[in-house]
């Protein structure tokens, strides 16, 4: 098969980001606190276990820049019902959104390869109406490479932080008073490649966020089997290699994708998307450095057609991991030992749908959401936290594309 991940990306290469028009829409977030102490773990999973409030799940899609491309349900967390509220026009493929820690701003990629006549897409700023919820377009601007796919707020809370998968590079974005964007005040360009051809051709940036103890942001590139780290100058808002530059080298031709560090902060777990594993690492907060502890399987051991991890998820408590498969067209449950960082698998279930892109945990910890990007629709599953275990609720949502799900507290 040639090059069978480009899923979208050769689509949306014809889609030119164009200028917003004035948008408004209802949105609020919320973000959970990482504590470093296993009791306040438990504490604060103890805390989600008790909202049984219903929440807000938006998604981002890949579209054109004239249909709907962000929506808003309704989640039942005891249910798992989805209910839609509203669609929008949020320009060209809005495949990636993130909230500011206050959630007064959303900021969104727009995941093309056409930006204003330059090889690069967008990041668009937006302002949420605190009682309203209500969206309103700030501003927008060039994500200085082609087909941006990962947006976070860097710890500082002063910073956007962005991957740039053609680009292969990440980019720091100075978040200025108003909420508004600034132009890129560091972009870091990774070079090399990979043994596989067709698909580390060169450097390909997946993913930029910050660690667990505000000490450095890591950005994984999956062209170059390498996960890198950098030091966020808060003055600046610009990305400082550390040292070395490399905080962790995987397997040739692994093509690290994704990463998710545990709640109380010592280990870290990224999904592979070339060779269908998930590997646990130990994370030393002295240097920022990421040493291998153990590597699994992402599939069933009788499984041969061709499969492509997407995204990863520790559960709120802590005691399970969670990975999608895109082939194989399923969620991998592991359980992690606290104690070790390692882990053993516990099932692997269907998505319920073709492509299994992105997921997400609601803020209770009761419903596992599976965006299947092929199959147009998101599948809600109930999580048995004691086993970790997953049991479709027989609710879903149809969604044209679903690339990203947020869950956010319901702002009523």
């Known amino acids: 098969m ?41 504490t604060a999973a103890g805390n989600q276990t008790q909202n049984t409030e219903t929440s807000m799940v938006y998604v981002g899609t890949y ?35 993130t909230l500011d820690e206050q959630q007064n701003y959303l900021y969104a990629v727009n995941e093309t390869m056409d930006y204003q006549g330059q090889n690069s897409g967008a990041v668009s700023a937006f302002s949420v109406d605190q009682q309203t919820g209500n969206l309103t377009l700030l501003n927008q601007v060039a994500s200085k490479g ?42 870091e360009q990774h070079e090399g490649a990979g043994p596989n051809k067709d698909r580390q051709e060169a450097a390909h940036a997946h993913y930029v966020a910050p660690g667990p103890d505000n000490r450095y942001v890591y950005a994984v590139d999956l062209g170059v089997d390498k996960i890198y780290g950098y030091r966020l100058n808060a003055e600046g808002s610009a990305l400082e290699p550390t040292e070395p530059a490399v905080a962790f080298a995987a397997e040739p031709g692994a093509g690290p994708r994704q990463m998710a560090f545990h709640p109380n902060g010592q280990y870290a777990y990224v999904i592979n998307e070339l060779n269908s594993t998930m590997t646990a690492l130990a994370y030393n907060s002295g240097n920022g450095a990421l040493s291998e502890i153990q590597t699994l399987s992402t599939l069933p051991a009788d499984f041969n057609g ?54 997400t945990i609601d803020l209770t910890g009761n419903v596992l959401l599976v965006a299947n990007e092929r199959s147009n629709n998101i599948v809600s599953f109930k999580i048995d936290k004691d086993t970790g275990k997953l049991t479709a609720t027989g609710h879903e949502a149809e969604v044209h594309k679903p690339v990203s799900l947020q869950v956010v507290p319901d702002f009523q």
């Open 2 to 42: 040639n090059y069978l991940h480009n899923h979208a990306r050769r689509n949306f290469v014809k889609v030119a980001a164009v200028g917003f028009m004035s948008l408004s829409m209802t949105f609020s977030s919320c973000t959970s606190s990482e504590s470093d102490s296993a009791a306040s773990e438990e």
């Open 63 to 97: 579209a054109d820049p004239e249909n709907e491309s962000i929506f808003l349900y309704q989640l039942n967390p005891e249910t798992g019902e989805l209910s839609r509220v509203s669609g929008f026009k949020g320009g060209a493929n809005p495949s990636f959104l």
């Open 146 to 187: 082609g087909a941006p796919c990962y947006i976070s707020v860097g710890d500082d809370g002063k910073t956007v932080l962005v991957a740039n998968y053609m680009g292969g590079n990440v980019a720091a974005f100075p978040i200025q008073e108003n909420g508004t964007l600034a132009e890129a005040a560091s972009v």
């Open 306 to 359: 061709d499969n492509y991890p997407a995204a990863v998820r520790v559960s709120p408590n802590g005691q399970y991991l969670y990975g999608s498969n895109r082939g194989h067209n399923s969620i991998v449950v592991y359980k992690i030992d606290k104690s070790t960082g390692k882990l053993t698998h516990v099932e692997t279930v269907s998505s319920g749908g073709d492509w299994p892109r992105d997921f």
